[in-house]
């Protein structure tokens, strides 16, 4: 059974860090392709960054590009968002996502094309 778990959610202020990581148990962790996801009450969840199945393709959403980074560690079966000079506009609870893929895939941003989901972690930030 696919399973994806997030941890070190929390509460920061403005111009604050947080590590955000998702530790994937129950597959075959270095053929997934992984991504980092946001979602506040009343809109889409988007895209905040995302990295291939190998770590050579990674995505940013532009207002992302240069605060946040992310990694993964196929040994370890675990990927992380390291987010840096945090904002208000930030706080959402951010969700882990996974899909099995082909060698070489990109990185993939859009939702519709993750299987596996963590159960999510409340950021907040607050000014």
């Known amino acids: 059974q696919v399973q994806l778990v997030e941890s070190g959610g929390g509460s920061v202020q403005a111009g604050g860090s947080l590590r955000l990581s998702c530790a994937v148990s129950g597959v075959t962790f270095s053929v997934y392709a992984m991504g980092w996801f946001r979602q506040v009450p009343g809109k889409e969840r988007e895209c905040v960054a995302a990295i291939s199945r190998s770590g050579s393709n990674i995505y940013y959403a532009d207002s992302m590009k240069g605060r946040f980074t992310i990694s993964r560690d196929n040994a370890r079966s675990t990927v992380t968002l390291q987010m840096n000079s945090l904002k208000p506009g930030d706080t959402a609870v951010y969700y882990c996502?996974?899909?099995?893929?082909?060698?070489?895939?990109?990185?993939?941003?859009?939702?519709?094309?993750?299987?596996?989901w963590g159960q999510g972690t409340q950021v907040t930030v607050s000014s």
């Open positions: 996502a996974g899909t099995p893929r082909v060698s070489s895939s990109p990185a993939y941003t859009a939702a519709k094309d993750y299987g596996y």
